[in-house]
């Protein structure tokens, strides 16, 4: 299980596996750890956005797994602001460090985050700050949308 | 204006051109080019009005701690004799923080950081805050008593997310981390008392 992007209809199938080695060699959780992903290279690590962005890539939108941004984060990065064209332009399916556990998300730069649920419903959008995405979404995001 | 102990270094990353990412410490001057920007630059230009936005997004929960103790009054007896004495005492503590700029409940990046706050806690953050009344307090022969004051303090870290209509230095987006302490509406100072000998 790992993140996999798709930008549109094209999925970014190389994701699977560099999410895959990411969470085989994570260490057991201590202090909260703090992940990037991006949606235009399909890169994971938990050392830094260095590895994982494009240098043009911005930030579409951070999730975390504690209420009011605390605990794991992840930072989603994308090739380009959200075009706001009423579809969602990014989509990444969250793996095991993430899935089930998005308490708090921030929408970045012109993205607007959803959360999408294993039974299909989904939540948002989130447009802000958001330390605390309610008791119905609480996790259960299994896949995360920005438009 | 305080500094922290540890400063949070900035990390301004450039972005939408494949170009550089750029990190200046708080307050330094470099040589800019094409691709790299110091802090005060970039929030000196949010303050001017120059970005389309500049927008503090908070990292982690708001973190509190006890402020440093400080000599809020005082009153020296040097009768041989136990007095009941009235003492008056005042003291006050504002915000610092890790940018290097003007970073007033009035600039841009104050109320944008003040905004935050209030979105993402739901709570009111208080730039300057003051106590102040008078006790009254036995003070024994040939001795000082002190009161100090403290102050239960907040800190927040988070990033500035500031967008340019048109690219500055190559670039639409620029991120700048940093750090505040303050307080929040509502955060107590804690009042204690000491007695010691008197110089009299």
């Given amino acids: 299980m790992g993140f996999l992007a798709k930008a549109g209809k094209a999925a970014v199938l190389g994701t699977v596996t560099a999410a895959v080695t990411a969470l085989l060699t994570a260490a057991p959780a201590q202090a909260a750890k703090h992940c990037d992903f991006s949606t235009s290279t399909g890169r994971y690590s938990c050392s830094g956005s260095g590895s994982v962005r494009n240098p043009g890539d911005v930030i579409g939108g951070k999730l975390f797994t504690g209420l009011d941004y605390s605990g794991d984060s992840l930072t989603i990065w994308v090739p380009r602001p959200c075009p706001k064209n009423d579809q969602v332009d990014y989509w990444v399916d969250l793996g095991g460090d993430m899935r089930n556990k998005v308490s708090s998300v921030q929408a970045w730069s012109s993205c607007w985050v959803w959360l999408y649920f294993a039974d299909g419903q989904r939540d948002g959008p989130y447009k802000g700050n958001e330390p605390d995405v309610g008791t119905w979404a609480n996790d259960r995001a299994v896949t995360v949308g920005l438009s | 204006m305080n500094t922290f102990a540890h400063r949070v270094v900035a990390v301004a990353v450039a972005a939408l051109t494949g170009t550089t990412i750029a990190i200046a410490a708080p307050g330094t001057a470099s040589a800019n080019h094409e691709g790299t920007a110091t802090t005060r630059e970039l929030l000196d230009l949010c303050n001017q009005g120059r970005t389309d936005s500049c927008d503090f997004r908070p990292s982690g929960g708001i973190s509190t701690f006890n402020g440093p103790r400080q000599l809020a009054g005082s009153s020296t007896n040097c009768t041989n004799f136990n007095q009941t004495r009235v003492i008056r005492y005042e003291a ?59 102050k239960l303090r907040s800190r927040v870290s988070g990033t500035y997310e500031l967008h340019f209509g048109s690219r500055y230095k190559g670039h639409y987006y620029w991120y700048v981390n940093g750090q505040v302490e303050g307080q929040t509406r509502g955060q107590p100072w804690d009042m204690s008392s000491e007695q010691v000998r008197a110089s009299c």
């Fill in chain 2, 92 to 150: 006050s503590q504002g915000t610092s923080h890790s940018f290097g700029v003007d970073f007033s409940a009035g600039s841009k990046i104050g109320k944008s950081f003040e905004w935050s706050i209030q979105t993402s806690y739901r709570r009111e953050w208080t730039w300057n805050d003051t106590t102040s009344d008078e006790l009254r307090q036995d003070v024994g022969p040939r001795s000082r008593v002190i009161i100090y004051a403290s």
